[in-house]
Structures are given as structure tokens and as C-alpha cells.
């Protein structure tokens, strides 16, 4: 069974812009988890979708935002970049159904902002 | 307080020797736990999962989970240098996982 995909694997933006992250889940995974990973912070949650809804979210700016696609794929959207949105994006995807809650990560995508 | 703590380490211990990760958290009503092991430039691998109070053994690995004192472990038998990576605890509750900043674990030969 294939992996999570992320797509780009890597981005360099500059200050103001947007950008889009995608993200494919494990066949049959219906929840898409979406992480911020910084030396400083660590991982971040971000936010959670669960067929199509968002169903957790964590405490960031509304900067943030995502959706998630019928076929479970999710996008994530960064708009006006801060030079603090420089870090690594990891998605997850769960089957997230009865009692079984493991996440499943994909290789993430590099974002620099400069 | 912290929802997941750990200590940051580094640990080191010596190749062949068992090597203890601990992990405390503040949710008294988390219901599943896991450990994942992340090397450098890489992302999270999930390597356990536990449920259930006591002792769950995969391989080298086993965790341990005491949820009245609300504290899990990870304990790697025979510790290699391939082994050597940050080590993150995670809670779930309902669908809403939290994670420690992770154990950075050196295996020296």
C-alpha cells in the first residue's frame, strides 16, 4: 500500500505571498492531520480533516487554512508569508475509526520563506 | 505545564545497552499513545502504539503505559547506532493528537 504523499517536497517563497501544500493520505485513510515542525516549537498541529470537515483545529493564525477533497486528499494554504512560516509541513492521515488512532506521516515539504 | 513532556537529552547510551525514553502527559482522559522515531531531515516513522495499561512488546521495542500516574515509556532493547534518532511521545484524545518535543537518543558504538 503506498505511503502519504506531499507535494512540492520543497518551496522558497518570499514575504507577502501565498503558497499551497498538498497532501495524498494512505488508501483508505479518512482523516488528514496537518503539522508545523520547527527546531524551536517542535511539531504543531494544525489542523484535522475528517471527511471533508474540519473537524480539530490548533491554535494558529487564520493565515492558515485548509480543506479536504472528497477523495481525501487535503490542501493546506499559507497566505501573506511570514518569515516564521519557514519550517517543515508534515501531513498524517488515520483511519481515525473505531478506536484505532495512528498516524501516518508523509515526508512533509520544506517551506523558506525569504 | 506542558500537555506532553519529555526530556529533551540528548541520552546517550553505548551500542548493545537499553536505552529508557519516559514521557508524562496532563490529559487524565487520553486514550492512546504512541512513540515515533525521526531521524535528522526526515519525518516521524510511528514505531508503537499502546492502549492499555502495562507492557506491549514489538521486536526490540516495548512500551509501557501507567494511566493513573499518566506517564508512558519506551524501552529499546539492544540499542544500535541505527537507532540513534529523536524519539517523539504523542497523546491522543478523541481524535486530537498531542506531541512531545521529543528525546534526541545517541548510540554510541
Known amino acids: 500500500k503506498a505511503g502519504v504523499t506531499q507535494t512540492p517536497r520543497y518551496l522558497i517563497k518570499t514575504r507577502g505571498q501565498q503558497v499551497t501544500l498538498s497532501c495524498s493520505p494512505i488508501s483508505g485513510h479518512r482523516s488528514v492531520s496537518w503539522y508545523q515542525q520547527t527546531p524551536g516549537q517542535g511539531l504543531q498541529f494544525l489542523f484535522e480533516?475528517?471527511?471533508?470537515?474540519?473537524?480539530n483545529k490548533g491554535n494558529f493564525p487564520g493565515r492558515f487554512s485548509g480543506r479536504q477533497f472528497s477523495n481525501s486528499r487535503s490542501e493546506m494554504n499559507v497566505s501573506t508569508l511570514e518569515l516564521g512560516d519557514s519550517a517543515l509541513y508534515l501531513c498524517?492521515?488515520?483511519?481515525?475509526?473505531?478506536?484505532?488512532?495512528?498516524?501516518?506521516f508523509g515526508p512533509g515539504t520544506r517551506l523558506t520563506v525569504t | 505545564q506542558k500537555e506532553v513532556e519529555q526530556n529533551s537529552g540528548p541520552l546517550s547510551v553505548p551500542e548493545g545497552a537499553i536505552a529508557s525514553l519516559n514521557c508524562t502527559y496532563s490529559d487524565r482522559v487520553s486514550q492512546s499513545f504512541f512513540w515515533y522515531r525521526q531521524y535528522s531531515g526526515k519525518s516521524p516513522e510511528l514505531i508503537m502504539s499502546i492502549y492499555s495499561n502495562g507492557d506491549k512488546e514489538d521486536g526490540r521495542f516495548t512500551a509501557q503505559l501507567n494511566k493513573a500516574s499518566q506517564y508512558v515509556s519506551l524501552l529499546i532493547r539492544d540499542s544500535q547506532p541505527s537507532d540513534s534518532a529523536t524519539y517523539l511521545c504523542?497523546?491522543?484524545?478523541?481524535?486530537?493528537?498531542?506531541f512531545g518535543a521529543g528525546t534526541r537518543l545517541t548510540v554510541k558504538p
Open positions: 480533516y475528517f471527511s471533508e470537515t474540519q473537524r
Open positions: 498524517a492521515s488515520s483511519l481515525a475509526r473505531a478506536g484505532i488512532y495512528e498516524q501516518y
Open positions: 504523542a497523546v491522543n484524545n478523541n481524535n486530537d493528537m498531542r
